[in-house]
C-alpha cells in the first residue's frame, strides 16, 4: 500500500530548508514514506495569492492528506487524490471555497491549540498600552528621562485592575484571555452567541450579540477573538469604535 501522506516541505522567498534540515526529515520519516523538497518560492497560506509553482503542483498530484495553513483554490484544482486538509490555523473560512464544500474532502483545522499563546500576546499589548511602555521605550531610546507623561493628569497610563474588557468571542481563545486579565483585576463581559450557556470561566458576565452595542459603552479594552464568520464580518466598523470610552483599547485578534 502506497503512503497516505506525501510529505511537502515549501520554500518560502524570505527562508530555505537548509541541508540539515532536510537530512532530520527524511532521517525521521517513517519506513515508505516520500520527502519532497519543494525549492520554488511557496506559500502554504489558503488565502497566500500566490500561484502554486509546477514542482508543488507535482507534489499533491497524488496526495491524499495535505497539511498548512489552509489551502489555495488553485492547489486544490490540482489535488485530484485529496481526502483530507487539515489547517494549521484555527480558522478555515478563506478554505470554503465552492469545490471543496462540492467535494467529498475532509477538512478539519487546529482551533483551540493557539489559546495560550495568542492569549499571553494580548495581554502583553494590553499592558504595552495600560502601563504607556511605548512612550518610556521613545524616551528610552532618545536618552531622555522624562516623567511627566506618566504623572501628569492627563496621562492615559492607568492600572488594570480599573478596566473592564469586553470579549467578543467565549470560546476557547476567549476564555484564555479572560483568564489572564481577570487574574490581572479586569472585570470581563464576554459576547457569545448563546448566552443561555452561561459564563465560562474568567468572564463575569455574558451577554448576547444582541446587546453589543450597549456593552461597548462600558468597556476599557475591546478585545475581537470571533471566529471569521459571514455574520462577523466587519462587525466593528467607524460607528461601534465611537461607542468606546475616549482612550480604549481595541485588540483585533
Not at 101 to 106: F, P
Not at 130 to 145: N, P, S
Amino acid at each position: 500500500m502506497r503512503p497516505l501522506v506525501v510529505d511537502l516541505i515549501a520554500q518560502s522567498r524570505n527562508w530555505s530548508l537548509p541541508p540539515e534540515g532536510e537530512r532530520a526529515i527524511r532521517a525521521a520519516a517513517p519506513p515508505g514514506w516520500e520527502v519532497r523538497v519543494v525549492r520554488a518560492p511557496s506559500v502554504s497560506d489558503g488565502d497566500g495569492g500566490a500561484v502554486p509553482s509546477a514542482e508543488v503542483i507535482a507534489a499533491i498530484a497524488d496526495a491524499e492528506v495535505y497539511l498548512g495553513f489552509g489551502m489555495s483554490r488553485d492547489l486544490f484544482r490540482h489535488a485530484k487524490a485529496l481526502r483530507w486538509i487539515h489547517s494549521a490555523a484555527a480558522g478555515v473560512q478563506s478554505v470554503l471555497f465552492p469545490e471543496i464544500l462540492a467535494s467529498d474532502v475532509q477538512l478539519t483545522n487546529s482551533a483551540g491549540i493557539h489559546a495560550v499563546p495568542i492569549a499571553e500576546h494580548v495581554l502583553a499589548g494590553v499592558l504595552h498600552l495600560t502601563r504607556q511602555l511605548d512612550t518610556a521605550l521613545d524616551l528610552q531610546r532618545r536618552g531622555v528621562w522624562d516623567k511627566a507623561p506618566f504623572v501628569a493628569e492627563d496621562s492615559p497610563i492607568r492600572e488594570l485592575g480599573e478596566c473592564r474588557a469586553l470579549i467578543v468571542g467565549a470560546g476557547g481563545l476567549g476564555r484564555e484571555i479572560a483568564r489572564r486579565l481577570t487574574a490581572f483585576g479586569v472585570r470581563c463581559t464576554g459576547i457569545r452567541r448563546r448566552p443561555e450557556l452561561g459564563a465560562p470561566d474568567g468572564f463575569a458576565r455574558i451577554a448576547g450579540p444582541d446587546q453589543l452595542d450597549a456593552e461597548l459603552r462600558e468597556a476599557d479594552i475591546l478585545v475581537l477573538c470571533a471566529p471569521s464568520t459571514p455574520d462577523t464580518h466587519a462587525l466593528i466598523g467607524a460607528d461601534r469604535l465611537d461607542r468606546l470610552p475616549r482612550g480604549a483599547i481595541v485588540v483585533n485578534v
